[in-house]
């Protein structure tokens, strides 16, 4: 009886955490939203009104449909919830239509997905074992991951302000998380598999989950030593991965391999005509490589060892714009940025080979992909650092290690989402709830851990400080200076090369950390 009044008494947190967090977005409706908005209004006048055969051909609107079938056929079902509240946002013509009913149709729709993401945080709150019988529910590793998860700055201001589907997507991915955590290794599979054809962009973390499932699901036994039993290969759980990936993949491509339509597609979901950056730069290593050969041009031409006639004008004072020539550093090309991510991957990837540590190595090597790919990628949006932030979130609760890492990369990269909202009503928005989340996990990680190492260094805490007057100079003192005029991208180049310094810190601690780790006999015995 008293395991049932603990259940019921856990149900009951995780419900208000949920419910408090749902009335939160709904607060955030009259906010400003993006491009994405109308990104999202025309792909569901697009899926309602035309045939199969048109979806990805059709290009009224600038923001032609550019996510894989799965996402358009989502797109297909909520039109025709959409309808019901405003059948002039079906129009293909009506660009940037807003009405008060398409707004809150569009806004709920995200609120509403957001189920499935709740769903996948409990169960991921069930993986997490609780080693430290605490008294205070407030202190137990499950209740700070449903904090951490369910009220994550970044995925707030991004969905709910910025407006994008992320929650549902990433509902999916954790769901898949958790079920390989409960060795329930074909769902997970599945799940991903999914996920994949709602948004290619989980393909960062595919070589994770692949080798994960071929070393503890297609292998079935393990020597004393830790290391691979080759004979215990089952051919038929490698059949079964296939039949789940060919399935999926031929429930999502089918349709336009028929029509002939596959490269169209393709076309749409890999635009290499895209810049390297994003038109603000990502904080990753081509945001210090950008700002360097800025640094050296600027050198060159005040120590006369550049001819100033021969440099483009527009990368000197347009800043960070879509197509970027470097002057003094050789340019970048997409294959260059594949192979670098490529060698970035590679080690975490051996390592969840050769070192298996169960759920935790697969959650280290996912996070480091998802890291890799952010750093070296092509056309790297900033969201995208959510897809390190939000699995790292799972192993911060449970080792002091993981907990300093999660600080600094959840600190700087969501600090980097601020330029994302650059309206003057959403300034107290997001420094206060960024606030309340940075001092949320601060404090509560901390108190997890008091008995540890603190899980900072004096440098490393003397780096996040900083952050505070580099908030206030691009928000309230530059806007004064003159240089507003002449240098409008100073403010962006500023905070992209800032949080770089500090994501950059984060994933090589964070490979340190793996590479480093010895294995115990009792993981070997796993």
């Not at 060795?183 to 595919?206: P, S, T």
């Not at 490698?238 to 089918?254: D, E, F, M, Y």
Request: proline share 5%.
């Amino acid at each position: 009886s008293a395991r049932r009044v603990m259940a019921a008494g856990g149900r009951s947190w995780f419900r208000a955490l949920a419910l408090g967090v749902s009335f939160l977005k709904c607060l955030l409706i009259p906010a400003y939203y993006s491009t994405d908005f109308e990104v999202h209004r025309n792909w569901l006048a697009i899926t309602h009104n035309l045939p199969l055969s048109q979806w990805y051909y059709e290009a009224t609107s600038e923001w032609t449909l550019d996510y894989p079938p799965f996402f358009a056929w989502f797109e297909y079902a909520l039109s025709h919830v959409a309808k019901y509240f405003d059948p002039k946002m079906l129009v293909i013509e009506n660009l940037n239509y807003t009405s008060r009913a398409t707004i809150l149709f569009q806004r709920f729709s995200v609120i509403f997905t957001d189920i499935l993401f709740i769903y996948a945080v409990r169960e991921c709150c069930r993986c997490v074992n609780g080693k430290r019988a605490a008294k205070d529910i407030l202190e137990k590793p499950t209740f700070i991951l449903a904090v951490l998860l369910l009220w994550n700055f970044g995925l707030l201001i991004v969905d709910h302000i910025h407006f994008q589907y992320n929650g549902f997507l990433f509902g999916l991915m954790l769901l898949s998380v958790a079920r390989l955590c409960q060795k329930r290794y074909l769902e997970g599979a599945l799940l991903f598999a999914v996920l994949l054809h709602f948004k290619h962009i989980y393909m960062y973390v595919a070589p994770a989950y692949g080798i994960y499932l071929l070393r503890s699901y297609c292998f079935t036994a393990n020597n004393a030593d830790g290391s691979l039993k080759w004979r215990s290969f089952s051919l038929l759980h490698v059949t079964l991965l296939g039949l789940i990936v060919c399935l999926v993949s031929a429930l999502s491509l089918g349709p336009f391999i028929v029509l002939g339509q596959l490269p169209q597609v393709l076309s749409r979901l890999f635009p290499f005509k895209r810049g390297l950056c994003h038109a603000y730069w990502a904080p990753n290593f081509w945001a210090l490589y950008n700002a360097m050969d800025k640094a050296l041009t600027v050198f060159g031409l005040k120590c006369n060892f550049l001819d100033p006639t021969k440099i483009p004008k527009a990368s000197m004072t347009g800043g960070l714009v879509q197509e970027f020539q470097h002057t003094v550093l050789p340019s970048v090309t997409p294959l260059a940025t594949l192979i670098c991510t490529f060698i970035s991957i590679l080690p975490s990837v051996f390592c969840l080979w050769f070192k298996p540590q169960g759920p935790r190595g697969f959650l280290q090597c996912l996070v480091l992909c998802a890291l890799s790919s952010f750093m070296f990628g092509w056309h790297v949006h900033e969201k995208a650092i959510l897809l390190a932030i939000l699995p790292l979130s799972l192993l911060s609760v449970q080792r002091a290690k993981d907990a300093g890492i999660y600080l600094i990369l959840t600190t700087t990269g969501h600090f980097s989402l601020f330029p994302l909202l650059f309206t003057s009503p959403e300034l107290p928005i997001k420094i206060l709830l960024m606030l309340l989340f940075t001092v949320y996990s601060f404090s509560s990680l901390k108190s997890l851990f008091r008995r540890e190492r603190p899980l900072l260094t004096w440098l490393e805490t003397l780096y996040l400080v900083q952050l505070v007057p580099l908030e206030i100079f691009c928000e309230i003192i530059f806007p004064l200076t003159p240089w507003k005029q002449h240098f409008p991208f100073i403010p962006l180049l500023l905070t992209s090369v800032y949080c770089a310094l500090g994501v950059t810190y984060a994933w090589l601690k964070l490979y340190v950390s793996v590479l480093t780790e010895r294995i115990s006999v009792r993981q070997k015995a796993e």
